[in-house]
T-cell receptor, first 113, second 111 residues
Framework: NAGVTQTPKFQVLKTGQSMTLQCAQD?????MYWYRQDPGMGLRLIYY???????DKGEVPNGYNVSRLNKREFSLRLESAAPSQTSVYFC????????????FGPGTRLTVL | GEDVEQSLFLSVREGDSSVINCTYT??????LYWYKQEPGAGLQLLTYIFSNMDMKQDQRLTVLLNKKDKHLSLRIADTQTGDSAIYFC???????????FGSGTKLNVKP
């Protein structure tokens, strides 16, 4: 099992450019999440998908869109990148049982110039 | 959103005990978690405690929960250099889907 995989690992964008961060899990998990991690601020939830076919906003959804393509894949899109979106982005998944243990991907480090 | 607070840094000597503290706001949280993040990696679940427990011990790790004060702590006994990492406290209000993380405590273990 690869667990949760994310691509790319690193990305540099110019202001106004768009890009999609990819995430996939091979654990047959129901729920998937996108977080951003900024220094001193911990992880903040951008969007989540409780199950295939559903998506919901988290704490900081502005400037982002998501797609739950199928049970395995959950992508995050930045339509018009801004310097404030410079961050490390983590995808996570949970089985959806009572413990709700989250499994995290290795992260994507995004810089917007 | 919920407010989960942690101190940012802790420095200890190898062999000492480390205690990382966390306060949270939502009394309905079913589970409270401690995650560990090593440099350049994602978070990994270290341990958790169910909200009806006061204490949980798992080898070198002891989790204490004071529900009245909404205070959670993680004690690492005999701290090793390999324990150097960032430790995140997290709560899941109502136990459903949404998780709120603290800002993380960077533990530095000096040899």
């Amino acid at each position: 099992n690869a667990g949760v995989t994310q691509t790319p690992k690193f990305q540099v964008l110019k202001t106004g450019q768009s890009m999609t961060l990819q995430c996939a899990q091979d654990m047959n998990h129901n729920s998937m999440y996108w977080y951003r991690q900024d220094p001193g601020m911990g992880l903040r939830l951008i969007y989540y998908s409780a199950s295939e076919g559903t998506t919901d906003k988290g704490e900081v959804p502005n400037g982002y869109n998501v797609s739950r393509l199928n049970k395995r894949e959950f992508s995050l899109r930045l339509e018009s990148a801004a310097p404030s979106q410079t961050s490390v982005y983590f995808c996570a998944s949970t089985k959806g049982d009572s413990l709700w243990e989250q499994f995290f991907g290795p992260g994507t480090r995004l810089t917007v110039l | 959103g919920e407010d989960v607070e942690q101190s940012l840094f802790l420095s200890v000597r190898e062999g000492d005990s480390s205690v990382i503290n966390c306060t949270y706001t939502d009394s309905s949280s079913t589970y409270l978690y401690w995650y560990k993040q090593e440099p350049g990696a994602g978070l990994q679940l270290l341990t958790y405690i169910f909200s009806n427990m006061d204490m949980k011990q798992d080898q070198r790790l002891t989790v204490l929960l004071n529900k009245k004060d909404k205070h959670l702590s993680l004690r690492i006994a005999d701290t090793q250099t390999g324990d150097s990492a960032i430790y995140f406290c997290a709560e899941s209000p109502g136990g459903f889907n949404k998780f709120y993380f603290g800002s993380g405590t960077k533990l530095n273990v000096k040899p």
